[in-house]
């Protein structure tokens, strides 16, 4: 172990005279772990330690309670002190460069259920203010039509057409237009909300303004989504990328369309689509008992 504390103390000396002392600080940590792992496991020279050492340490720290934040940081010291080994011809080569941190698991998109969304919007049948004719529009057109909240924010009035059901996305994600069309409920929030509209303060052509006649922005948009779902008074954390998430869910549970669920959504590749096949367990269970041929429960005669 004193051979490889001797090298690190090397290069810290080296180091902190180009760096912070923080940086320096954090170098030492992440190298003095790094030479205990390897004394425990009779490692004794930098040499005998390759990538393959390397990428079982990281995988430890990893489980350890690691951050993967934490991992890229404690590898970017490794690399550097093993870059420095490398220009003191201790080692030949920097493993190190060719360890790679554990991937990122995609995390599944927060879904509201349907009984819970449909009470949500339900709570106002009859909004008896300006602002919740509004947002109640809002959000019913966030929730029949999944558009992103930058794409409703983005939304004029000419966009939207209520006599063919449907709603023009100009310049969505990635620049590509799209036509999604508008449910019922949503269609009669618009309705109210655009006789609303037509009797305020009006300096921008946007579907939805405020009552000096601006456009809303994403933040207003989003806390106004917030202020919904805290009537509700079940402690409810909505966003508005949570009705996008939510109808995509729904549809597809419900039709097994991938493919139109993904041009509802405006994805150009469809692998963005499939993280919402994530059916809960008693959905696939049903389809499975009514669908499946040996697993129809035989009717009593």
């Known amino acids: 172990m004193s051979n490889l504390l001797t090298h690190i103390d090397q290069f810290l000396d080296q180091f902190s005279q180009r760096y ?10 992440t190298l003095r772990q790094l030479s205990e792992y390897l004394s425990e496991h009779n490692i ?11 990428q079982k340490y990281i995988i430890y720290r990893h489980k350890n309670g690691l951050s993967l934040t934490s991992l890229k940081t404690h590898l970017a010291s490794i690399r550097v002190f093993f870059d420095f080994l490398e220009s003191k011809e201790i080692i030949t080569s920097n493993p190190a460069r060719l360890v790679k941190t554990p991937k ?4 599944l998109p927060k879904v509201i259920a349907v009984d819970t969304i449909q009470e949500l919007l339900d709570q106002m049948p009859d909004p008896d203010n300006p602002l919740e004719i509004r947002d109640l529009a809002i959000c019913e057109l966030f929730y029949s039509s999944g558009v992103r909240l930058s794409e409703l924010t983005a939304l004029d009035t000419k966009h939207i057409s209520l006599s063919a059901n449907e709603i023009r996305i100009i ?4 620049g590509k237009d799209r036509i999604v069309p508008l449910g019922n409920k949503a269609k009669e929030a618009l309705q109210r909300w655009l006789t609303i509209r037509d009797q305020w303060m009006k300096l921008d052509n946007a579907l939805f303004i405020t009552q000096r006649g601006n ?6 948009v989003s806390n106004r989504v917030k202020h919904i779902a805290s009537k509700l008074g079940k402690g409810l954390k909505v966003n508005p ?13 419900s039709s097994q369309d991938i493919r139109s669920v993904q041009e509802l959504l405006g994805h150009a590749d469809i692998s963005t689509t499939q993280v919402y096949t994530h059916l809960d367990f008693g959905h696939l269970s049903k389809v499975f008992d009514s669908a499946h041929p040996r697993a129809k429960k035989k009717s009593k005669k």
């Open 20 to 29: 912070r002392p923080k940086s320096v600080e954090v170098k030492s940590l």
């Open 44 to 54: 004794q020279t930098w040499q005998l330690c390759d990538q393959a050492c390397l």
């Open 104 to 107: 990122v698991q995609q995390a």
């Open 171 to 174: 310049d969505g994600k990635g």
């Open 215 to 220: 456009r809303l922005t994403s933040r207003q």
């Open 241 to 253: 990328h949570m009705f996008r998430h939510s109808m995509a869910t729904h549809v597809l549970e």
